[in-house]
């Protein structure tokens, strides 16, 4: 695991490239369900992962900080991701 230190260095560069940070996990079943979910913004996370809500990636809860993603995203038995805006095509 990385230091605070790095943590918070690679947290801004990440905030100042555009970028959010998410937890997401892979999903399972029907070919036209998701491949993944992103823990939604709806979710009480101090209430838990018994809690937790799973949605599409607009709808999910954004992380100011890796280190507290990281801990966090084992509790919910997922990842930390970096979603970036999609860059639009030049005409």
């Given amino acids: 695991m990385k230091s605070d230190e790095e943590?918070?260095?690679l947290t801004i560069k990440i905030i100042e490239a555009g970028?959010?940070?998410?937890l997401r996990k892979k999903s399972e079943g029907a070919d036209w369900i998701p491949k993944h979910w992103y823990l939604h913004?709806?979710?009480n996370i101090p209430a838990g992962p018994d809690h937790a809500v799973w949605g599409q990636k607009q709808?999910?809860?954004?992380?100011?900080?890796l280190?507290?993603?990281h801990t966090?995203?084992?509790l919910?038995?997922?990842k930390v991701v970096v979603?970036?805006?999609?860059?639009e095509e030049e005409q």
Avoid: S, V
Wanted: charged share 15%.
């Fill in 67 to 69: 280190k507290w993603a």
């Fill in 7 to 9: 943590l918070t260095a």
């Fill in 41 to 43: 913004a709806w979710t």
């Fill in 72 to 74: 966090i995203a084992p």
């Fill in 19 to 22: 970028g959010r940070i998410l």
């Fill in 76 to 78: 919910y038995g997922c």
């Fill in 59 to 65: 709808n999910a809860i954004e992380f100011f900080n």
């Fill in 83 to 87: 979603a970036y805006p999609e860059k």
